[in-house]
């Protein structure tokens, strides 16, 4: 079975400052996505990042990459130049591809608590 | 913005009551998802619909009952629920399709359900 784990609870930066999230996965899949997923206060889920494990170029959005170490098993968040509107729960998430008996089911973990300092 | 709504956005209940949580997602997507996030645990998925289809119970008590009318809403019937089940209800959609494909999942805001 696959798991996720997400070592920081909760974390803190300084406004405009840098900081990396970090997410590990089991799995024994070659074939995966992953996702960074930030949920505010508000509580809407909005994705942030996606990366195809079949992919060895990390991805970007922004402010927001990746440091992708498939055979670590690693799926780190980098976020650069926090804003305030920055702070939320982080969700690393892993989703094994569909098949012809089982559909998407994504694997969240347990979050990360970022909050940016003004 | 995301296109997936809920409703109620906050629902407070009894052991002996019924409710139904409703999510209606305006992405042209064929597949939905019911989550629950309870406090300090992992997002916990429940159901999944493909095409009107259920596609996956996730081992989720018989007094969650899902229905599906069509591609665009998902509903969530709940009775004889328990304070345990207390928790954030997150419906989500996806495009899906008949093909081997994998994408992303949007979700909508919750219903914060209180079970007294």
């Known amino acids: 079975a696959q798991t996720v784990t997400q070592s920081q609870p909760e974390m803190s930066v300084q406004e405009a400052e840098t900081v990396t999230l970090s997410c590990t996965y089991d799995?024994?899949?070659?074939?995966?996505?992953l996702f960074w997923y930030k949920q505010p206060p508000s509580r809407q889920m909005i994705l942030v990042i996606r990366?195809?494990?079949?992919?060895?170029q990390n991805a970007t959005e922004n402010r927001f990459s990746v440091n992708f170490q498939k055979a670590a098993k690693s799926f780190s968040l980098k976020i650069s130049d926090s804003q305030l509107g920055d702070t939320a729960m982080y969700f690393c998430a892993f989703m094994k591809p569909k098949s012809k008996t089982s559909y998407d089911k994504v694997i969240f973990g347990p979050g990360t608590s970022l909050s940016v300092i003004p | 913005e995301t296109g997936v709504t809920q409703t109620p956005r906050h629902l407070v209940m009894g052991m002996t009551n019924k409710k139904s949580l409703k999510c209606e997602q305006h992405?042209?997507?064929?597949?939905m998802y019911w989550y629950k996030q309870s406090a300090k645990k992992p997002l916990e998925l429940m159901f999944v619909?493909?095409?009107?289809?259920?596609?996956e119970n996730n081992s989720v008590p018989s007094r969650f009952s899902p229905e599906c009318p069509n591609s665009s809403h998902l509903f969530l019937h709940l009775h004889t629920l328990q304070p345990e089940d207390s928790a954030l209800y997150l419906c989500a959609s996806s495009q899906e399709g008949g093909g081997l494909s994998t994408d992303t999942q949007y979700f909508g805001p919750g219903t914060r359900l209180t079970v007294l």
């Open positions: 992405l042209g997507h064929n597949a």
């Open positions: 619909y493909n095409f009107k289809e259920q596609t």
């Open positions: 799995t024994s899949e070659s074939n995966y996505y």
């Open positions: 990366q195809e494990a079949y992919k060895q």
